[in-house]
């Protein structure tokens, strides 16, 4: 199922939607996606059920969902969804059994809030959203004003799941002036992401060449693998057929030999997707 999603991406490349940091399968721009959430009773106590119903098929998005997908006839989402998508899935079915997934807002006493010279306030959701979009001015005000450039975003609090850095937004985005403001700055360049997901993993995926460079510069980890498949950012550089970046990673010395949870080793993954020139340099 991973390996058709990838296919997917691939051949949807120049109009593939992005959704947080992960990208939409194909089948989503093509079908029509249902998000629900059942509430069940699991030895005595309520459980909440979120699943995506798509294609015919539904796919079991949070634990409890994907504890019970087997007996009821569920595809494990994990295997489909990439975490940017599963999040947003969990926000929108938690939504719909009343449960509130909005992040807590601080006290202006916080470390997650600072005060900036013109008086407006800066949190960790603002600073991501500028990493996102590569707005300097305003990671620059945030720089100003001593804001800790690792705080995380607010995450989902009511599955307990964390947000994510600005440096792993702007890597997942491509926003490479602003990855290096940021890291020049005294942001951590190899941060511990739920799913693996670190900003050399994004910005391999992403194929974002330049902010790979920067990263490399900082002694990042190369071979950390991603939870839903145990992919290093070489193999998702490989699938994506970003030779430039493939090149890095390989000088910088991630490991050819390590394979996937489908058994595909960067050079194998490269030939799947039909990436001809990565899987040359690969072998």
């Avoid at 089948?27 to 059942?38: F, I, K, N």
């Avoid at 620059?140 to 599955?159: E, Q, T």
Wanted: charged share 20%; net charge positive; aromatic share 4%.
């Amino acid at each position: 199922m991973r390996r058709n999603t990838q296919v997917a991406r691939r051949a949807a490349a120049a109009g593939i939607v992005l959704f947080g940091v992960g990208l939409l399968p194909l089948t989503v721009a093509a079908q029509q996606r249902d998000v629900a959430c059942e509430r069940t009773t699991v030895a005595g106590k309520e459980q909440l059920l979120v699943t995506v119903r798509e294609g015919g098929k539904v796919y079991a998005i949070n634990g409890t969902a994907r504890t019970a997908a087997a007996k009821r006839g569920w595809i494990d989402g994990k295997t489909a969804f990439d975490p940017g998508p599963m999040g947003e899935y969990l926000k929108e079915g938690l939504e719909k059994c009343g449960v509130s997934t909005a992040a807590s807002t601080p006290a202006a006493s916080s470390p997650a809030v600072a005060v900036g010279s013109a008086g407006g306030a800066l949190t960790a959701d603002g600073l991501r959203a500028a990493a996102n979009t590569g707005d300097l001015a305003t990671i620059k005000r945030y720089i100003a004003a001593k804001f800790d450039l690792n705080r995380r975003s607010g995450g989902v609090p009511a599955l307990g799941t964390k947000g994510s850095p600005p440096v792993s937004a702007a890597a997942a985005s491509k926003q490479c002036e602003a990855l290096d403001l940021l890291l020049n700055a005294g942001a951590k360049a190899d941060t511990g992401e739920q799913y693996g997901f670190t900003p050399l993993a994004l910005a391999a995926q992403a194929g974002a060449t330049q902010c790979v460079k920067s990263l490399l510069a900082k002694k990042v980890r190369v071979d950390v693998r991603t939870a839903p498949g145990a992919d290093t950012p070489l193999i998702l550089a490989a699938y994506q057929g970003h030779l430039a970046v493939v090149q890095l990673l390989v000088a910088a010395g991630a490991s050819k030999t390590l394979k996937n949870k489908d058994g595909d080793n960067a050079a194998r993954a490269a030939q799947v997707m039909g990436n001809g020139s990565v899987a040359s340099y690969l072998r």
